[in-house]
């Protein structure tokens, strides 16, 4: 959705229902990334999940630098710092319908009396209950809310060379430019210093991963595509 003349952003994922896409969260984050907006990974309904799992999920991208908060208006938990993560700035909230936005737009600003839905069992993920950006008071700043995105949408978006997507992930930064080949790719080269970082534990697999797919993603657009 478009807005303009924000601090930074917020995209919040369920940690369980609906199931996380973590492809769909890094493309989302890569375009944040690629337009210099500050970023803050929230993941809700941490009381409909196992703690360690909740845990090792936000480690892999605390391990980039990233802020993450692990959150449940059921509970209260992780709300009160939430809160003053936001205090004095203008914050968009994105992410998939039925991840708990509206939830938390609530627990956050009470008088917003937002409309929540229900997960669509059939479809296993959520349904429109935000359909245009709204703008809230909160801690001294302010949110706004924005519709559900899809994967369709942020491919609208994301529209990067492919030799500039590895700058935008901060755990890469330190073994750019000390790979064998000057145009490494780092995906699977002999002699890339992110892939043996990748495998020595210093780089998460799954951000790799997240990395090599959207190489490959940039790597098959034509030219006139973009």
């Known amino acids: 959705p478009a807005v303009a003349n924000v601090d930074q952003a917020v995209v919040i994922f369920a940690l369980s229902y609906p199931k996380p896409n973590l492809n769909l969260l890094d493309r989302f984050w890569l375009s944040m990334e690629q337009q210099e907006i500050p970023t803050i990974i929230c993941f809700n309904k941490s ?31 992780g709300i009160a710092d939430f809160r003053k993560a936001l205090s004095g700035k203008t914050t968009v909230f994105a992410g998939p319908s039925g991840v708990g936005k509206s939830s938390v737009m609530n627990t956050l600003f009470p008088e917003a009396k937002m409309e929540t839905g229900e997960i669509s069992e059939k479809l296993g993920r959520g349904k429109h209950t935000t359909r245009q950006v709204q703008l809230y008071p909160c801690a001294g700043g302010y949110l706004a809310d924005t519709p559900g995105f899809s994967t369709f949408e942020v491919e609208q978006y994301l529209q990067m060379d492919k030799d500039c997507i590895a700058d935008c992930f901060p755990e890469f930064r330190p073994y750019l430019g000390q790979c064998r080949f000057s145009d490494c790719a780092h995906v699977c080269e002999k002699g890339c210093a992110v892939v043996e970082a990748v495998r020595a534990g210093k780089i998460a697999k799954s951000r790799h991963d997240a990395y090599v797919s959207l190489y490959q993603t940039a790597k098959q657009r034509k030219a006139w595509e973009s």
């Open 47 to 77: 009381d409909d999940c196992p703690p360690k799992e909740a845990a090792a999920l936000a480690a892999n991208y605390e391990k980039s630098g990233i802020t993450v908060f692990i959150t449940s208006t059921k509970t209260g938990d």
